[in-house]
């Protein structure tokens, strides 16, 4: 193997760039030539790659965001998109493929090495930390300390009007940003979409801390949740608790933002070298992954259909540290 | 004046501690007792006053939100309400007060004033910056800064997708928040009360970045605008740019919290020196602040019913930067 | 067992409170009287001990530094203040211990139960992370972080002006908080007391990025390496690379302070349980720690004895990094 | 005029990305031609000057540094050297010049003028604030933030152990940050360059603390006084407090980088703006500053020979709350 490319793919998540930077710099230590392909699969379709120099990936550690530009593509859903993007590949002589993203991304890639054949390592980059085959994604730290920093901004204004906060995290299918930052924001309850929270049990525990004399309670909310967004939750519990002063907020796309933090960096600089090297011992259809420590190579199949659970623990967690 | 006390009232903002820091022990080195009234009107009508000394504001010049709390009082709006509240006070002998809060705060210190008679000097603590006679209010740098930490959070995303993001931010009836985080945050357009701005304007000057090779956009706006808020105005623009990828982000409560940058400690320190010299000094009905680096002190009639025009060297900024 | 107490001890770490706050709702959920001891062994000497309620830990899941004080004792070194702090115990009928701290806490920790059998559980609390017994520690992922940002502003000045800088970061005995940081701000180099790096390595190095066109470099050392500290380093290297503009940060004592980051929250609020369900469950004269995800169990002769070894993965991650 | 040049010289400080980008754009604005000088005086000598577009700076506003590299000039300072830079600038047609820097940048460009008769006008951009002519100069407000979150950590664990910390902030002729960070960090007392401390008044002032129960205390010492470093200092007081627990930290570099604040974006703007249209307005040997709101040209002569003092407010303000 003598010429690879790496591109990222659907949302983006800080330390992408950590990621990238790991990748140019680990090939050109393995005397490969190394290519960056911009906007993910459409940059591919439409040939908008080039070579990547040391120099190319300078200063980018600490930045958000990501320098190739993501996008979810459509053409590439189709078989006439993917030959496209075959065609530019070959025509390039490139040989092996580094995927950063999440799970629509590694569902085309393990669509295309079906088609094509070409090796393709993934590596999990998204916030959400909802893929299988690695305790961590990159870009999950950093979200949940975004998070966990906008609750303790409003934990200071909700103490100081003793009011009820819901506060609404990413995680559409996934509970990882909600439990880490409502345990580490002191959350008197957190709803995850694993688990089904009902209205009545959000105000027994609101009722709970108040019995507890606390003046101020937050309530941390995944997206996802059966019982709506924040703003519906929040509108179904208010007729129950006449005295409370209920707020809602919603976080948003700040948490996909950020310089990453120390974990991300180190996560997503150690994930690009062992891609790399999963390229060259043969690897071929996998993501990359780190569990209990060690480098994990997942078939992408795998990776895609299987769910991570989360760790009850932390919802037995929040609990008792509620009380 | 031997006994003076100190509350805070309406929306709290962030630099009320290092405020009634100041106030507490300025007023120790002036030998007065100090007392401190917890939840603002409501607190001095039910007597939840209580003595401070030097070590009960240890520690806190640092921290957002306010030891004292806060809240909005129908109570006071009423004259029994006020009677009860001046009972209260006369009967521990407080001879004066100082008062940290905004509009609605002052409103309510003035009529107090003259039904009874006892001084009062209000300290500027509001995010909105819309107080007359201050160029700053305590709170305001903080909200900025958080407001633009966010947006470049949001530009890092934006950048990754081409993305068109229109963030709103807090300031009902005041732009000062969404024009210096707009400027800070290299903001394409900045929508505020104090001026209209059409729909076709925001149109324009997304088109106009658009032309000039610009890969994505951000327009701030302020949230009480005649377009509606953020969600209103992108649903407005979104049809007459289809290519474009638009996302909103509201900001919301994070801007009250956080620990107040030194700007805000600074200010809130000096201003509550000069509330409690103003008092010793005879000031009666009056607000505090500081204008040009000078101390001065606006009747509070004035105050309140004045306005304070956003400085429109501001506006155009945003566009000459813009371009 | 009925009656447990906390303290904290040796050198502060963020995140020590959120542990301390763990303990304490984890013993009241288990339905245990908890008592605080300030000022660790010494308070323990001289009964400074209270109980504590669930609402004397609100609040404080955020800040860095302890509530409870921590402090070196030498009185507890010796028998006789051993045996004043065990008098103090049962006089108030204690009948367990947990122990927040490190290595220096362990071996009096370990001294005490040997003599007195009063079952002790330690929660690891260090920013060095050189704790055997647990992947990490509470406080280390802040201190990384801390270093990290300084790092990043450091960087900022260096790349202006085409500078090297030598950054002394934390870690006397150990590289974690220097290998994790230089990876994560993309130093040129590492020098951390597990492995010697030679001044003639150094220059090497620094050579190498200079023949690479990178006209700024970053050297991150750990405290205690044999070529002496920051400053010393700098001056042995300067002679040998007379064009450098050769600068040197010494970081010091910000990285014990700080909010902790959600991970050692997390972290902290995990072995506060831990270890309270740990005395329940009849541990004696342990460690608790968290290794590949799971609570870990290990005796304190151990955890102070053997130690825990610098992953040489990120050592060569930063070699190949630096290319 | 129609061509015109910018360029950043001494001493780096935050928020000069964002006077370049605001003055290219400004120049664009008003149909200029702007090149970007490299390096200061030393790129202005060897001719590394290029054509700036409006994209040359766009996503830099928040950055720290400066794009345009900066560098003090030896060579500058003969008379080969200025007669050099002229040719490269006339050559090109360069009809104006703008400088961000500090005293001596001024100093050049003053005697670059009188010799060669360029227009230029002098942006102020130095962390120490010492520049007559303007009320704050670029970078100053992140300084003191940086030093300010810096002594917030520290107090963390000054509290923790209950410890005095001398803490060394930058300033050498110039105690602005020690002032603004001592008051917003509840310093005890704050060493600054302008007004003498004895060694006495220190040790008065901490047994002053101690009386009053304070556990620990904070110093904060400018870098240039007449004692000596804050280690020096350190090891004068320690003999006269034998009880006391001592520690050092010297913040260094770091409060030279970081993003900038909101407040040194918007200064940066500003002034950059100013700037252009003081050249396009026919100024000629001048600062721009702005002085209670407004903007103020002063000669340079002027604003390199006359000083600013300090604000004596401020020293009064922290003895009256170190109460």
């Given at each position: ?161 003793d009011r009820v906060f819901f506060i609404e995290v990413m995680g559409r299918h996934s509970g990882y940003i909600a439990i880490q930052s409502g345990i580490g924001g ?138």
């Open positions: 193997m003598k010429k690879i490319a790496v591109f990222t793919s659907g949302g983006d998540a800080p330390g992408m760039n950590a990621c990238i930077r790991s990748v140019v710099r680990s090939a050109l230590y393995h005397e490969l030539e190394i290519y960056g392909i911009k906007y993910g699969y459409n940059g591919m379709i439409e040939g908008d790659i080039y070579k990547m120099k040391s120099y190319s990936v300078s200063n980018i550690v600490q930045r958000g965001g990501t320098i190739l530009k993501s996008a979810r593509s459509k053409d590439f859903m189709t078989k006439e998109g993917r030959k496209k993007a075959y065609e530019q590949l070959s025509s390039r002589g490139i040989e092996g493929l580094i995927a950063i993203g999440g799970d629509g991304t590694f569902t085309g890639a393990n669509i295309f090495f079906e088609e094509y054949g070409i090796p393709v390592v993934g590596a999990p980059g998204t916030i959400d930390n909802d893929l299988f085959g690695s305790d961590y994604t990159i870009g999950f730290d950093t979200a949940v300390n975004t998070a966990l920093e906008a609750i303790d901004k409003i934990r200071d204004t909700a103490m100081s009007h002191g959350a008197e309850l957190v709803m995850v979409p694993e688990t089904s929270t009902t209205i009545n049990e959000v105000i027994n525990a609101l009722q709970k801390g108040k019995d507890a004399q606390k003046t101020s309670s937050i309530v941390v909310v995944a997206e996802g949740g059966e019982e709506g967004n924040a703003h519906e939750i929040a509108a179904k519990v208010a007729p129950h608790l006449p005295k409370a002063d209920i707020r809602v907020s919603t976080l948003g796309h700040i948490q996909r933002g950020g310089n990453p933090t120390a974990f991300d960096r180190i996560l997503a600089s150690r994930l690009g070298l062992a891609a790399v090297e999963g390229l060259l011992n043969g690897e071929k259809n996998v993501m990359v992954g780190i569990i209990d420590k060690e480098v994990v190579y997942t078939n992408l199949k795998i990776a895609i259909s299987k769910s991570k659970p989360l760790d009850q623990d932390l919802i037995r967690l929040v609990e008792i540290l509620s009380i």
